[in-house]
């Protein structure tokens, strides 16, 4: 997925090990949010677009 894709044009891949036969590799699911502190850690290879705004 591009900067200027629409995700209902996006192609997954599927990525396979070396060496391992039939082993793909899933989406993590680990994705966390803590509100409080503004901390979001992804798994490797996982990119994600955040749109946040602040309001006081």
């Known amino acids: 997925l591009s900067a200027v894709q629409n995700k209902s044009e996006m192609k997954s891949l599927d990525w396979q090990v070396e060496g391992e036969e039939n082993v793909f590799i899933k989406p993590s699911k680990r994705n966390k949010i803590?509100?409080?502190e503004y901390i979001?850690?992804?798994?490797p290879m996982e990119i994600r677009t955040f749109q946040l705004e602040f309001h006081d």
């Open 34 to 36: 803590k509100d409080e």
């Open 40 to 43: 979001i850690e992804l798994a």
